[in-house]
C-alpha cells in the first residue's frame, strides 16, 4: 500500500505546493517502500517551502541516517568481495570509505586488519622487483604522500641520475613530480625548471603549464606566465578539466592588468 500512499502524498503536493503535511506524508511512504534517496529529495523540497519544519528536520535527519547505514553495509559487501578476489589496494580504499562513516565498524576494521598486511608485503615485493630508476620514483612518491618533500626530491633526483632517457615515461614523472614538491617549498626555479623539462617531452602537458605558470608570477615573469596560461586556455576545455580553465581564466585576467600597468609605468 506504500506506493498507494505515496501516489496520494504526490497529488496533495501537486494540487498545493505549500501543503506541508503531503512532503511529510510522501517522505513517510517513500521510506517505508525503502526509496531513501528519493524520500530525502521530497523533503528537501518540503523544507524549501517551510525551512523550520520540525516534523521535517526529524525526518531528514533520520533518513539521512538509514542512507548511512545503507551505504555502509554496501561497502562491506563490496569490501568483502575485493578481499576474496585478490583486489587488495581497492578493498583497503573501500574500508577506508566505509570507515569514514562508521568508524567502528567492526566487520570493515577486521577486513582491513586481515588485508593490510598482505598489501604490504605485496607492495614491497613488488618496489623490489623493480628497476632502480623506477624503485626511486615510487619512494618518492611515498615521500611525497607523507609531505617529505625534500627527500622526495632526493628521490626523484636519484630517479633521473639513473634514467639516461630524459623524455621518457618515466623521467618525465619525476620531473613532474619534483616541480610539485619544489612548488610546496616555494623553489619557484627549480619548479619552473622541472616543468620545461615535461613540456620539452610533452608540450601539452596541462598540469606543468599551469605549475609553471604559477611559479612564473611568483619570481615576477609575469609576461612569461601569460603565455602559458594562454596556451592552456587555447586548448580543449576536455582537455584542459574545469578547474585548470577556471584557475587560468582567473590568472590571465589578473595578469593582463599587472602587464598593463608595467607597460604604463616605462
Known amino acids: ?26 517522505a513517510v511512504a517513500l521510506r517505508s517502500a525503502g526509496k531513501y534517496k528519493e524520500a530525502v529529495d521530497n523533503i528537501k523540497m518540503g523544507l524549501a517551502v517551510d525551512p523550520g519544519n520540525a516534523d521535517l528536520k526529524k525526518q531528514s535527519s533520520e533518513m539521512e541516517e538509514l542512507m548511512r547505514k545503507d551505504r555502509v553495509v554496501a561497502l562491506v559487501a563490496k569490501a568483502k568481495e575485493q578481499m576474496q ?3 587488495l589496494k581497492d578493498c583497503l580504499a573501500t574500508c577506508d570509505r ?45 615521500a611525497y604522500k607523507s ?42 626555479d627549480g619548479t619552473i625548471e622541472d616543468c620545461t623539462a615535461v613540456l620539452d617531452a610533452d608540450p601539452e602537458n596541462v598540469k606543468s603549464l599551469v605549475r609553471r605558470a604559477q611559479a612564473f608570477e611568483a619570481v ?31 590568472m590571465q585576467h589578473r595578469l593582463n592588468r599587472v602587464v598593463a600597468q608595467l607597460k604604463a609605468g616605462m
Do not use: H
Request: charged fraction near 30%; proline fraction near 3%; aromatic fraction near 8%.
Open 1 to 26: 500500500m506504500w506506493d498507494e500512499a505515496a501516489e496520494d502524498g504526490r497529488s496533495c503536493v501537486k494540487v498545493n505546493k505549500n501543503f506541508i503535511k503531503g512532503y511529510f506524508r510522501l
Open 147 to 188: 609531505a617529505d618533500f625534500e627527500g622526495a626530491i632526493k628521490l626523484y633526483t636519484k630517479c633521473l641520475d639513473a634514467t639516461s632517457d630524459k623524455g621518457s615515461e618515466i623521467a618525465v614523472k619525476a620531473y613532474s613530480n619534483r616541480a610539485a614538491c619544489y612548488k610546496q617549498l616555494s623553489n619557484f
Open 85 to 87: 578476489g585478490g583486489e
Open 220 to 250: 615576477e615573469r609575469y609576461k612569461s606566465a601569460l603565455q602559458d596560461v594562454k596556451f592552456v586556455l587555447q586548448m580543449p576545455p576536455p582537455q584542459v578539466g574545469q578547474a585548470n580553465w577556471t584557475l587560468c581564466n582567473q
Open 98 to 142: 566505509g570507515l569514514a562513516l562508521d568508524g567502528g565498524n567492526k566487520e570493515l576494521t577486521k577486513i582491513k586488519g586481515a588485508v593490510q598486511p598482505k598489501f604490504e608485503a605485496a607492495e614491497k615485493r613488488r618496489v623490489g622487483s623493480l628497476s632502480k630508476n623506477a624503485r626511486d620514483k615510487e619512494l618518492g612518491d611515498q
